[in-house]
C-alpha cells in the first residue's frame, strides 16, 4: 500500500480535473449522444494519457525538481522512487492510452502521438523562453479536441470546436503562469524562464488575467453562436465569477487559486457545453 501511495502521488491523477471535463465537452459538441461505452474508453484514454504526460515531465524534470526546494520532496528527486519505475509506470500507462485510442476509432490512434509529443517539448521550452506558458497551453488544448475526435471518428467539420479550442488554450495558458509565481525566485536562480521571471509576479499576473479574459470571450462566441439559451448562460456567468475571482487572490493565495478554483472551472465548462446543447 505505500508502494502505491507513491505511485499515486506521482502520477498526481486528480490534475485530470482541468482535461477531462474539456474532453466529455468537446465530445459532446458533436451532438450525436455519447454511449456509455466510449465514455469509458474516453476515460481510459485520458486517464492514460495524463499519467504518460505527468510521468515524462517528473522524468525530464527531476535534476531542477531536485535544486527547488518546493519540490525536492516529490517522488524521484527525493528518493522515494527510481527512475525504472517511473519509466514502467509511463510504459504501461502509454499502453492504456495507445489500446483505448485503437478502441475508439482508428483515427485517434493515429494521432495520438501528437498530445504526448507537446508534453514532452513543453518542460524545454522553459530553459529557452518567457512563452513557455503557451505550450503548455498548446498541449493542454488537445483536450476538447480529442474529445470530439473520439465522438466524431473523423477530422471533417472539426472547426466546429474552434471556440472550445481556443478556450482551452488561453485557460490553461493563464493558470500556468499563475502557477509560476510560485517559482519566481528559484526560476530565476536557476536559469529558467517564465513570465513571472520576465516581467515579475504582479505584471505576469496581469497577464495572466488577460489571458483569462480572452478565454472567457472565446466561450461567450461559443454560447453566442451555437447555444444561446438561458440555461448555458448561468454556466458561463458563474465560470466568469470563478475568474474574477481567481485573479482576486492569485497574488496572496497562488496555490488555491491554481487548483481549486481551476479545478471547478472546468466541471462548470461542461456543464456550460451540457446545458447550452438541450
Sequence with gaps: MGRLKTYASFIKLEHTVFSLPLIYAGALLHREGLSARLAVLILLAAAGGRVVAMGLNRLIDAGIDAR????????????????REAWVIVGLAGLVYAASASAIAPICLRLSPIPVALFVVYPYLKRVTALSHLGLGLAWSVAPVAGWLAASGSLEWISEVGWLWLFAWLWVTGFDVIYATMDEAFDRQAGLHSLPVELGSRKALQVAANLHAMAFLALYLLWLTEFYSRASLVWLLAVGALFIWQHAVAERKPAFAFFQLNGAIGFLVFGFVLFGLR
Design 68 to 83: 527547488n526546494p518546493r519540490t525536492r520532496q516529490r517522488e524521484l528527486p527525493s528518493g522515494a522512487m527510481q527512475r
